[in-house]
């Protein structure tokens, strides 16, 4: 499973779109790049998934170039509940059997 | 998407006893992942549960230590042995969203080892 690098830390004010990028330089040609939110107390949960070009929600954007190599979270419009970790997933979904390795993920926090 | 219920929430327990974490889901599922979380870290997979074979364990993690059940395709146990106050963390199962690449989580079982 490929590995991942986030920042550890980014802080936002309300209403400002975040952008957490995540470095995947061994993503292999069938891995799939997925992003997952945890607040405190609570378990991961799933937030977008994507392969190549853009992908958007009514939670998210994932952006990833042509190369692959890199993946970036968008959050439009920011409140104080979205402050929370970010994990940024790659692998092969199908050939792991699903098994997801997190990264040491992304802690936002929001500010009024 | 399915829908994970963890049992307990949370418990102290004493060192050298053993507790037993369940996992219901509401669908049937083929694969149940089991992770630990400890205090200010991020997850790690303890094992991937079977149905109908023993579980698969990854680096670091031994049956004897955290034996898991698979009777069925909605349930799991994870049970955590001859506990010591290094395993106190937060576990947590997981299981395939459906639809997509993603996988949903039970809320955890906060354990603290006295």
């Known amino acids: 499973l490929a590995k991942t690098t986030q920042p550890i830390s980014m802080d936002s004010y309300e209403g400002q779109e975040v952008n957490i990028t995540c470095s995947h330089n061994n993503i292999a040609t069938n891995d799939y790049i997925t992003w997952y939110q945890q607040f405190p107390s609570q378990g991961p949960r799933f937030i977008i998934q994507g392969y190549k070009t853009k992908v958007t929600n009514e939670v998210a954007s994932l952006f990833i170039p042509a190369d692959r190599k890199s993946s970036t979270l968008s959050l439009p419009r920011v409140s104080l509940s979205d402050t929370a970790v970010y994990y940024c997933l790659v692998g092969d979904m199908d050939t792991n059997a699903g098994k997801s390795t997190f990264g040491d993920g992304t802690t936002l926090t929001v500010k009024p | 998407s399915a829908v994970i219920s963890q049992k307990p929430s949370r418990d102290i327990c004493q060192r050298g006893t053993s507790l037993t974490i369940q996992c219901q889901v509401d669908s049937q599922v083929t694969m149940m992942f089991w992770y630990r979380q400890q205090p200010g870290q991020s997850l790690t997979l303890i094992a991937t549960a079977n149905q109908g074979s023993e579980a698969t364990y990854e680096s670091g993690f031994v049956i004897d230590k955290f034996p898991i059940s698979r009777p069925n395709l909605t349930f799991s146990t994870l049970t955590v042995s001859n506990m010591s106050p290094e395993d106190s963390s937060i576990y947590l199962c997981?299981?395939?969203?459906?639809?997509?690449?993603?996988?949903?989580f039970g809320s955890g079982t906060r354990l603290t080892v006295v």
């Open positions: 997981s299981v395939p969203l459906g639809g997509s690449y993603g996988y949903t």
